[in-house]
Structures are given as C-alpha cells and as structure tokens.
C-alpha cells in the first residue's frame, strides 16, 4: 500500500468518497471546491489507479493540525489503510514541527487506537470551531474531540 500526496486529478474522486460517507451521516461533506482549495492537505491510497482512500492534514496554527476527511472505501477497510493515512499525517506533522494534532469525528474508537486521546470539546483553542458554522449539525455538534501530542512544537518564536 502507498501512501502519496493527493493530485488535482484525485479530487473528484475524493470529493465522491468523502461525501458516500457525509451522506450517511459518518462524516462531514466536503466541497469540490474546498478539497481543489485544500488539495495540498490531502494524502490518497489508490488501487488500480482510483482513489480508495484519503484523509487531509490541515495546520491550524504553529502548534496545532487538524486531522479531517479520512475516508477509505468499504472494499479497502479492515487493512490497514486508514492506520497508514493517520501515520503519514503524524508523520507530516512532525517533519512540520507541529506539537498537537487533532480531529473531531464519529469513530472515536479508530482513532484511539492510533494512539489519540478524547478530551472535552472544551480543551481545544477555539480557532478550532472556524468552519463549524458551515457545518448543517451548527451549533449542536455531536463529532467527539480527540487529541495526540507529539511534543515540543518547533515553531519560532519572534
């Protein structure tokens, strides 16, 4: 399995996967427009040339990425595919110097195994919330918060 970098032409792709899910209430949609914005976020495993899976890293502050949008179609489930796309984010994390990495989601329990702690909604900076008002559960927000500290953030001080 191959963990790569997302491409433009992936986005459709993604953009169907991640809404199959949306549209069961397992996720939150996504946008084309949004995941062509946010490309750059994205990681993708592919079989026979087709997107199976994705899940996007984004940096909310010097200190703090976001995990969002793992999606991994129901005939890849079950092996490993979604452990290995939160690798490679944590992993990006780290290359990036960021400390704390979080994710808001339906699935505690996955991610819990990925070494993800759950903490109070609470706990995370507000920042955090800045695209819950396009969300259509605002303001009642039934996603659980998890968290995973990876260390000391390597971000400059000025």
Known sequence: MKVEKAKIADAAQMHK????????GEMLPRALS?????????????????????VALHVSWADLAEIKSLAVAQGSQGQG????LVEKC????????????????????FFQKCGFTLVDKSELPRK???????CPKFPDC???????????SMALSD
């Open 17 to 24: 996967l991640i809404n199959r899910f949306a549209n069961e």
């Open 34 to 54: 949004e995941i062509y914005e946010y490309i750059r976020d994205y990681f993708v495993v592919k079989n026979d040339g087709k997107v199976a899976a994705c």
């Open 81 to 84: 595919v979604g452990a290995a």
């Open 90 to 109: 944590v992993e990006e994390a780290r290359d990036l110097g960021i400390s704390t990495i979080f994710c808001l989601t339906y699935k505690p329990s």
């Open 128 to 134: 955090v919330w800045g695209e819950c008002y396009r």
């Open 142 to 152: 039934d996603e659980v918060p998890l968290i995973l500290h990876l260390g000391p």
